[in-house]
């Protein structure tokens, strides 16, 4: 019993070059965002953002600018998690 087949016709198409400028413009969209609002800005304006979406808001349309800069940074992104958590805990208390 010969079962193997070699004759495989894979038309593999690596093509680097085009996941290089993926890869370029995601820096670049990475750059744009982080040039806009930088950790410190952020921090600012983080417990703004943090009241408004736990009051409901959406935070894309509340400080767009915030938003993305989460999106990007990890870091105040869970200082962003955190902050909203405490907000929402304190409403529940008060009512
Ligand atoms: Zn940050």
Request: net charge negative; hydrophobic share 35%; aromatic share 2%.
């Amino acid at each position: 019993m010969s079962n193997q087949n070699v004759n495989r016709n894979v038309t593999e198409d690596p093509n680097p070059e085009s996941r290089q400028r993926t890869m370029q413009l995601l820096h670049e969209m990475i750059a744009l965002h982080v040039s806009d609002v930088d950790c410190k800005k952020c921090g600012e304006n983080l417990d703004c953002l943090a009241e408004q979406v736990a009051q409901g808001a959406d935070p894309k349309t509340a400080l767009p600018g915030i938003y993305a800069h989460l999106r990007c940074c990890p870091k105040c992104h869970e200082e962003f998690t955190a902050l909203v958590a405490v907000l929402k805990a304190q409403q529940c208390g008060d009512c």
